[in-house]
């Protein structure tokens, strides 16, 4: 049982920067835009709606970066833990 929790677990880490990107649009106003902006529609919002294509490009894959030190953080920690059990 141990296994599916770790790759359930993984799973979760790899969303962990992720958020519902059409939930988050859809509820910004411009009275709460400045603090309901989250980085799907920062990318959005410089990318389509000012014409940044390199820029936003660039904020996307330091997000994607962000994510993968998550993941292979956390698969060393398991890795390790993994380490004194035998399976």
Known sequence: MLPTV???FMLA???LMNISFEKALL???PLN??????????V?????QQAQFSYSAAIGL????????LLVTFHL???????????
Do not use: D, P
């Not at 835009?33 to 529609?41: A, K, L, N, Y």
């Not at 959005?44 to 389509?48: D, I, T």
């Not at 330091?62 to 030190?69: E, G, P």
């Open 6 to 8: 770790v790759v359930l």
């Open 13 to 15: 880490v790899g969303n």
């Open 27 to 29: 509820m910004q106003t």
């Open 33 to 42: 835009r400045e603090s309901s902006q989250v980085i799907q529609t920062y």
């Open 44 to 48: 959005y919002q410089a990318g389509l």
């Open 62 to 69: 330091f997000n994607s970066v962000i994510n993968l030190a």
């Open 77 to 87: 920690v398991v890795r390790r833990a993994r380490r004194g059990q035998v399976m």
